[in-house]
């Protein structure tokens, strides 16, 4: 079974630039969930994809957008980078028809803008 | 809004028993989890327990649930220095996706 893989690990922007985040789910999840923790913080909700469509948003702001592909593999993209946009970016999959709602998470993506 | 609540910081010998509290505001939670995030990795789910129940006990895990006063407490018994890391209690609402998660409990383990 494999697990969920984010890519890069890590990575450092400027402030204005745009960034791409990639995860692939876990073999046989269909649901893919973005998390972003800022340091010393618990994981704030971004968005979930199913059926490669946006299934639920977080308190943030358009600039925050998200794809699913049939493979159920999905991106974050984050446009117009800010300072405190600085964070660990979790992806974490799941089933969308398993009533525990039991996530797995990647190692997660850190990135540091500047 | 949903809203999660626990101690930043727990201090335990080893082999001693360590219990984390969480208290949370969303009365429509289904699920409580807690999971465990350890330096440079990803959070791992430890254990969850249904809203209906009061008590849930997993090996050396014991989830206690107060749904009354929406209070969450994870025992850890005889803690050993593997167990030091961060851990986070969250809930899932009725709401699709979404699981609202607290700032999480530092745990260390002396020995």
């Known amino acids: 079974e494999t697990g969920v893989t984010q890519s890069p690990t890590h990575l450092i922007k400027t402030r204005g630039q745009q960034v791409t985040l990639r995860c692939s789910s876990q073999?046989?999840?269909?649901?893919v969930s973005w998390y972003q923790q800022a340091l010393g913080q618990g994981p704030q909700f971004i968005f979930q994809?199913?059926?490669?469509?946006?299934?639920g948003r977080g308190n943030f702001p358009p600039r925050f957008s998200g794809l699913q592909f049939p493979n159920y593999s999905s991106e974050l993209n984050v446009n117009a980078l800010e300072l405190d946009d600085s964070a660990l970016y979790l992806c974490?999959?799941?089933?969308?028809?398993?009533?525990?709602?039991?996530?797995?998470f990647g190692e997660g993506s850190r990135l540091t803008v500047l | 809004g949903e809203d999660v609540e626990q101690s930043l910081f727990l201090s335990v010998r080893e082999g001693d028993s360590s219990v984390i509290n969480c208290t949370y505001t969303?009365?429509?939670?289904?699920?409580l989890y807690w999971y465990k995030q350890e330096p440079g990795a990803g959070l791992q789910l430890l254990t969850y327990?249904?809203?209906?129940?009061d008590m849930k006990q997993d090996q050396r895990l014991t989830v206690l649930l107060n749904k009354k006063d929406k209070h969450l407490s994870l025992r850890i018994a005889d803690t050993q220095t593997g167990d030091s890391a961060i851990y986070f209690c969250?809930?899932?609402?009725?709401?699709?996706?979404?699981?609202?998660f607290g700032d999480g409990t530092t745990l260390t383990v002396k020995p």
């Open positions: 974490a999959s799941s089933l969308f028809t398993h009533d525990t709602g039991e996530l797995f």
């Open positions: 073999s046989g999840h269909n649901t």
């Open positions: 994809y199913y059926r490669e469509e946006e299934n």
């Open positions: 969303d009365s429509s939670s289904t699920y």
């Open positions: 327990i249904f809203s209906n129940m």
């Open positions: 969250a809930e899932r609402s009725t709401n699709a996706g979404k699981s609202t």
